[in-house]
């Protein structure tokens, strides 16, 4: 199910900075709850889709393969712990259907980045890598704790 979030176009409006008529704490509280409200929406089934301008067009919407791409085989992964190596793994193996819709989704839209959080914990930013000419997979819980 697709559901608008015309709604959910006050951060892009709040992210150009508070104007000389609003005070700075003020600006800070709105961000604050705008940056909540969409943060809720990321709790309904499917992807919650935000422009690079703050705007949020969909939330629970499914990700669909491109029409004629091939589907991601492997993405390169990486974790931001001193020793660890990047290594090659199908998609499905970092958490399941999120993973590989948002690999899918970079894939196939190689300026976008996917971000996924699952329940157990684990947050993935997904983006192209131009160098490796693949979906690059970045494991980034150990910088949230």
Partial sequence: MLRSGAGYAQLAELSRGPTECQRRRYW??????????????????GATVMTTGYEVPAFGAKI??????????QVTVTEP???????????TSLGGTRHLSAAQFVHDQRDAVALV?????RFTVFAWSACEEMVHAHRVEALLL
């Fill in 28 to 45: 800070q509280d709105a961000v604050s709850n705008v940056v909540a409200s969409i943060a809720g929406l990321t709790a309904v089934d």
């Fill in 81 to 91: 712990i001193r020793g660890a190596t990047a290594s090659l793994v199908h998609p």
């Fill in 117 to 121: 959080a699952s329940q157990d914990g």
């Fill in 64 to 73: 669909a393969r491109r029409k004629g791409s091939p589907q991601v085989e």
